[in-house]
């Protein structure tokens, strides 16, 4: 079975400081996807980021970074200088490329930068 | 930009009314998805369809039944809602594996 855990529930900085949320996935699948979406007050997922799991670069896109590592089944998600507007519920997902292709969800963090 | 739909964005209702929540895509996808969410918490899916006439439950049991009898097209339909089927119902819909499953904007609906 596939499992995504985010351990941390709710998270509260100030703006401009730095903040990771992380993503511990579980599957037996030798290849797989690792997504994570952005789901502001307006209810709508809004996509960030596909990884693959033959592909262990760390991602940077603006203010906003991801760490893969399979060693230890970890994503994470950092964003660099903090804004008002990265205010969100974060979830990270990971999907198998078998069947459905269902994607299962951690349980979000949700992020609130403080002005 | 995704151009999946879902209408309407909030509903109220009474107990016991018939409801059909819908989603479109203009995208040519094949496989689509409902999930539900309670606010703010995870997402749970509650059906799937790899095609056309092609449905399927998901891994959270749902009182609710869907339909898929055109490709851009997968309705969502509660014979009657209860309180208990207050939440947030999500369509999604991807092209493939490789691919990142696209999000509608959602449905909040709440039953009195």
Not at chain 1, 11 to 24: A, F, G, Q, R, Y
Not at chain 2, 15 to 27: A, F, R, V
Not at chain 2, 43 to 64: A, F, Q, R, W
Request: aromatic share 12%.
């Amino acid at each position: 079975a596939q499992k995504v855990t985010q351990a941390q529930t709710e998270i509260s900085v100030v703006e401009k400081e730095d903040v990771t949320l992380d993503c511990v996935y579980e599957t037996r699948d030798t290849t797989y996807y690792l997504f994570w979406y952005k789901q502001p007050p307006s209810g709508e997922l809004v996509f960030l980021i596909r990884r693959n799991s033959f592909d262990e670069q760390n991602e940077i896109s603006g203010r906003y970074s991801w760490n893969f590592q399979k060693s230890t089944s970890s994503f994470n998600f950092t964003i660099t200088a903090s804004q008002v507007v990265d205010s969100a519920v974060y979830f990270c997902a990971l999907r198998g490329i078998q069947g459905a292709q269902k994607l299962v969800f951690g349980q979000g963090t949700r992020l609130t930068i403080n002005p | 930009e995704a151009d999946i739909y879902q209408t309407p964005r909030y509903l109220v209702i009474g107990t016991g009314k018939k409801i059909t929540l819908e989603c479109s895509q203009t995208m040519g996808h094949d496989k689509m998805y409902w999930y539900q969410q309670d606010p703010g918490m995870e997402l749970h899916l509650i059906h799937y369809s790899y095609g056309v006439n092609s449905t399927e439950k998901g891994d959270l049991s749902s009182e609710s039944t869907v339909s898929r009898i055109r490709t851009e097209h997968f309705p969502l339909t509660l014979e009657s809602a209860r309180p208990s089927h207050t939440s947030q119902y999500l369509c999604a819909s991807t092209s493939g594996a490789y691919n990142e499953q696209f999000f509608g904007p959602g449905t909040r609906l709440t039953v009195l």
